[in-house]
């Protein structure tokens, strides 16, 4: 049987450990620059000008979306403008590509300079791109990561026995990491799920209520005065920046129903909450099959396997492991998405039955959103894996295909609180 993990992790539907030595415990983000986030992607670049001018985003403490905010308003652009692959975390220092027109740019001197958007954004000048940056172009991510507070005279063997464990198992379970739920309030999933189900009035007290122990205490108390239907109150001590909590405070002051308050909201928000439920849902699949004892690595009746070398796909017949060029793709489910077969499928419905939801329900014509399934692989690898110590702290680094999260790989090798590494 595998390990049980840790509780806040079982709450974003992450149930098991795949390796069974004990972590090294210990803490990471003491720094911004104990968390190292670079980019890499396909596109080739020029050094003769074209439509779009490719810089190196540079950025520490803030999010990638505050970021471009940032460089749209010193450009006098619109954000949509500025093209990018990936959403990094404001918690780390990262280094990302974007695109911006070259039409934007005439009146500005950028080919020989680092551009300063402010103390915690700056670009640099790489070339010129036919086509922008946008997530098609992403490889992947390189991550360099200290961890403190390791206990020295075992984390080498901790740390070898675990990597023979992973190549054992073929990869690690392509869980959606912490930072997709929410790392000091991981309720995207809940709303999400509220949202699914139709019950408009929980996935509003959702977004405005419950509130939680690691969050600011202002905050808090304004959640609890919303929880007492003091919505005026709440709304006074709501900090700014939280603005649809504070927008849906305003309008239940005005008496507005809960359908109509999320009518309301933008469509991406609420679109953010469902795909974090979808998201839960595909983890508690790997849970279920973690449940069952089915190694990371090995295939059941009726899952699809795809073969990266060949780029063919087919429905399995029996229990084998995969080669090495093989992944297994699994639903993250929604409306139109391709299922298995099978075991594999009584695994994904006996998911979907505990929750009480189905594909067709991603489909919500009350507030015209569809969401679509996907299907997402697994296991992932992890590729030039290295650690050194330095001092009273080691040092992983690794890099990952794009869509996998490097927290859910430091999760089996430290076995601790996800608050001491997300």
């Given at each position: 049987m595998y390990l049980k993990a840790h509780e806040l992790e079982r709450y974003i539907g992450i149930k098991f450990y795949t390796t069974r030595t004990p972590g090294i415990n210990g803490k990471t983000r003491i720094r911004l620059s104990d968390f190292i986030v670079e980019e890499e992607i396909t596109i080739q670049l020029s050094k003769e000008r074209s439509n779009y001018c490719i810089f190196l985003l540079e950025k520490s403490g803030v999010d990638t979306l505050e970021a471009i905010r940032s460089i749209a308003k010193k450009l006098k652009a619109h954000e949509k403008s500025i093209g990018y692959a990936g959403l990094k975390d404001a918690s780390a220092i990262t280094k990302q590509f974007v695109s911006i027109p070259s039409s934007l740019l005439v009146n500005l001197n950028y080919t020989d300079q680092v551009i300063v958007i402010n103390d915690k954004v700056k670009l640099k000048f790489l070339g010129y791109s036919h086509t922008p940056i946008s997530l098609g172009v992403l490889r992947g991510n390189r991550f360099t990561i200290r961890v403190y507070d390791v206990d020295l005279t075992t984390v080498e063997d901790r740390i070898k026995s675990i990597l023979r464990e992973l190549e054992f198992n073929g990869g690690i379970p392509s869980f959606?990491?912490?930072?997709?739920?929410?790392?000091?309030?991981?309720?995207?999933?809940?709303?999400?799920?509220?949202?699914?189900?139709?019950?408009?009035?929980?996935?509003?007290?959702?977004?405005?209520?419950?509130?939680?122990?690691?969050?600011?205490?202002?905050?808090?108390?304004?959640?609890?005065?919303?929880?007492?239907?003091?919505?005026?109150?709440?709304?006074?001590?709501?900090?700014?920046?939280?603005?649809?909590?504070?927008?849906?405070?305003?309008?239940?002051?005005?008496?507005?129903?809960?359908?109509?308050?999320?009518?309301?909201?933008?469509?991406?928000?609420?679109?953010?909450?469902?795909?974090?439920?979808?998201?839960?849902?595909?983890?508690?699949?790997?849970?279920?099959?973690?449940e069952y004892e089915i190694k990371p690595n090995e295939v059941v009746e009726g899952d699809i396997v795809f073969n990266v070398k060949t780029r063919s796909t087919r429905y399995e017949a029996k229990s084998r492991e995969i080669s090495h060029d093989e992944v297994i793709l699994l639903p993250v489910p929604g409306c139109n998405v391709s299922t298995p077969k099978s075991f594999s499928l009584d695994i994904v419905n006996e998911v979907l039955n505990e929750e009480g939801v189905n594909f067709s329900m991603f489909k919500i014509k009350e507030l015209g959103i569809t969401l679509y399934g996907t299907l997402r692989y697994t296991p992932f690898k992890v590729y030039d894996f290295t650690y050194n110590l330095e001092g009273e702290s080691i040092v992983f680094s690794f890099r990952l295909d794009k869509g996998m999260y490097a927290t859910v790989v430091l999760r089996e090798f430290m076995k601790c609180s996800p608050l001491y590494f997300t």
């Open positions: 959606f990491g912490h930072q997709r739920f929410g790392t000091r309030r991981p309720n995207t999933h809940i709303i999400g799920k509220y949202l699914v189900l139709r019950l408009w009035d929980k996935a509003v007290h959702e977004i405005i209520g419950h509130p939680y122990p690691y969050e600011h205490e202002r905050v808090r108390e304004a959640r609890i005065l919303a929880e007492e239907g003091r919505y005026r109150e709440a709304l006074k001590l709501m900090p700014r920046k939280f603005w649809y909590e504070r927008k849906i405070l305003k309008l239940l002051n005005e008496g507005y129903k809960p359908l109509n308050i999320l009518k309301r909201l933008p469509h991406d928000i609420l679109k953010f909450f469902i795909q974090a439920y979808q998201a839960y849902l595909y983890n508690l699949i790997l849970s279920k099959r973690l």
